[in-house]
Structures are given as C-alpha cells and as structure tokens.
C-alpha cells in the first residue's frame, strides 16, 4: 500500500511540473514567423557544351529583383534562388533587402547534376527551408518544358530538333526563340520527369502553396493530376513560353504574398504578351485540389463515348508538334460527350479546377525549322493528351495517373 502511495505523489509531483513548464511558456505569436518563403528553381537548360537558357534566367533573375525595389523589399515573403551556372555547377542564394540594396546570401553550392533526381531536389528544397523557414512554400521552375511527357518516351526528336536548327541559313536571331527550343539537346543527362519532382517535393513533407513553370507546354492535366498531391495550384501555359518568359517585374507584387493574387499576375501576363513583339502566349492558374473530382467525372464519361475519329482534327491544338500532343481540354471534351448533363457536369467541375485563365488570339510554336501561329478560337485553360496520335507521347500515356484514373 505504502508503495502504491508513493508512486501516486511521484506522478503527481510529474505532472504538476509539467503543467507548471507548460504555464510558463510564452504563446506562440504566429505574426513572429516569416508568412512564405519562394524558391526560384533554375536547373540547368542545355548539355555540356551548350548553355541553354542561362542567360535568359539571368535576365529572369534581374526581373524578379525589378519587383522587389518597387515595393522596397520583400514584405512578408523570402527568396531563395537555386541557380546552375553549368552542367556540374549549382549554387543556392538567398536575395535579401537591406537598407534599400539587394544582396545575395550564399546557402551553399552543388557539384554535378543531382537536380534531375527526386532526392537531389528534396535536398535543395530542404536546405531552402532550413535557410528561411516559413509558413508557407512556393516554388517558381524555369527551364525547357515537355508538358507531362516522359523523357524515355522521346526516342528520334531530340536530333531531329538539332538537325532543323543547324540546316537554317537564317540566322538564329531572326525568329523568336521559345522555352521549348533546345530542350532536348541531352535529355538523359539533364531532364527532369513530373513524376522524380512531385516525388523530390514529397520527400520533404512540402505542399507547395503554388508551383509556377515558367517552361512550355506545363498547363496540362496530367501534369495538374502528377502534382496533386504536392501543391495548391499551378500556374503555366497551355502551349510555349518566349524565350524571355514570365514578366516577373510586373508579376511580382501578385506572387510575393502570402495571399497570392492569382487573377492579377494572369492579367499582368496577358498584358505584357499583348504588346509583345511577339504578341503570342497563354497562363492559366489550376487548381490541383479540385482536378480529382474532374477525374471522376471523366472516367464516367470515357466510359460511355469514345472520340470518333473525324472529329480529331476538329479540336483545338495549341502546340506546334507534329503530330499535336496538347488539345484544348475543354473542347475535347466537348467533341467527345454527346450527353449534355453530362457535359454541363464536366464544365461546372472544370470551371473550379481552372481559377483563372488568359489566351492571345494566337500562340507561336517554334519547334522546328521555321516558326508557325496557332490560331485559338476554344481556350478552356487546360489541355489534354488523351487524343494525340504523337509516337513519343502514346508510348508513356497510359502510365500516367491521369489516365489510369479516367480509363
């Protein structure tokens, strides 16, 4: 009994200084912590020999830090920026403003190419959030872009895209270049799947608030339905990127908010690419929580029509391949359902999958010898790969989890 007594005030004694610790912690004020930390993800574009893209991010870079002197500084949010100034040279920085002036903090620096791989991207993501922890995470992409496509998948383009490029007697400058152009110069080495980034980013336990692609042909529903599980929304273009990209100095203000005004950085890109030289490009913002319930209202869909095969060519392309890989989706859709309930139901799911969306009247491809211009007359915010008769794709669409879970 006495032994049972003694063990009783021991607990007691236990508890009373644990309540009497936990009374004498201060409250958390959440106001103390920083509200969003963005990483701007800039791998590296080309091959060994070729630099890709790099001088175009620094220009990118350039923009971003344009933003922030017009709102004198960061406000609520951080900036980290992963940077590869080679094949086998990373770095990753923090941009800072202090006492009016931009300065870059050094976080640390990488050697060879692990970035194409799902660990090597949990590593820079965790040494971001390490650096500048937050409440909340973004992540911005520029690169070359595929859409959803699997680099395995692409057996004879990547030369055939060099041979067009190297038989022109223009010179290269004459036409606008795109963010697609050059992507496939060593895929094996340097390209990066959908499915090893939403693995990268899951392995650090992150859903990002946002992932921007400021890369080709990323606003797409397999892509939307790969990063479900890793992001809020996604923002990209349904077709290609110029070469210059996202105008991020007029953009800024809308993203470095831990409440992003997605409408406004859509209407600020529709803005700057209306008065562009190339008055050509499209963005739309996804909401990548919602594309499940599209899914489900898909599968019932493709379950009861199949496209006939007159109507393919009746539905609006917006990419440049040959054959086209990315359809409009809605338009597809459209030509694919011939019951109207059903129908109506895809359109209403659809509409709060795609937040916002904007299209010129004409998107510009350059993937192979020459440019061309789409005209685009159904613009839903989001294409689809299921009706393309494009080899290289057709090999890896029935891997993805969109297809598998609409068919």
Sequence with gaps: MNRRKRLFWWVLLACTMILSSCSEDEPVNVEDFNKQTILVYMPWSGNSNFSGLYDFFKEN?????????????????????????????SELYEVRYENNVLVHKPIKTYSGHPYTTASGIAEIINDTKSAAEALNYAMIIGCHGTGWTYKANWKNYPNQAKRYHFMMRQPASKWERTRFFGSVSDLENYATDIEVLAEGIAQTGTKMQYVMFDDCYMANIETAYMLKDVCNFLIGSTSEIIAIGMPYASMWASLATPTPNYATAVSKFHEFYSNYTVPCGTIAVIDCRKVEGLANV?????????????????????????????????????????????????????????????????????????????????????TISDPTLHVAPSRGLQQTGWWKATH
Excluded: W
């Design 61 to 89: 870079l350039d923009s971003i830090e344009s933003g922030i002197k017009a709102q004198k500084g960061l406000r609520s949010s951080r900036l980290v920026v992963f940077l590869s100034k080679s094949a086998t040279e």
């Design 298 to 382: 898909m599968r019932d869909i493709n379950s009861a029509f199949t496209l006939d095969d007159a109507m393919r060519d009746s539905i609006q392309v917006l990419d440049g391949f040959n054959p086209n890989i990315f359809f409009d989706l809605g338009d597809y859709v459209d030509k694919l359902c011939q019951d109207e309930r059903m129908k109506a139901k895809f359109n209403d799911q659809l509409a709060k999958v795609v937040r916002c969306k904007s299209a010129t009247g004409s998107v510009y491809s350059y993937l192979y010898g020459f440019p061309k211009y789409i005209k685009v007359k159904h613009f839903s915010g989001i």
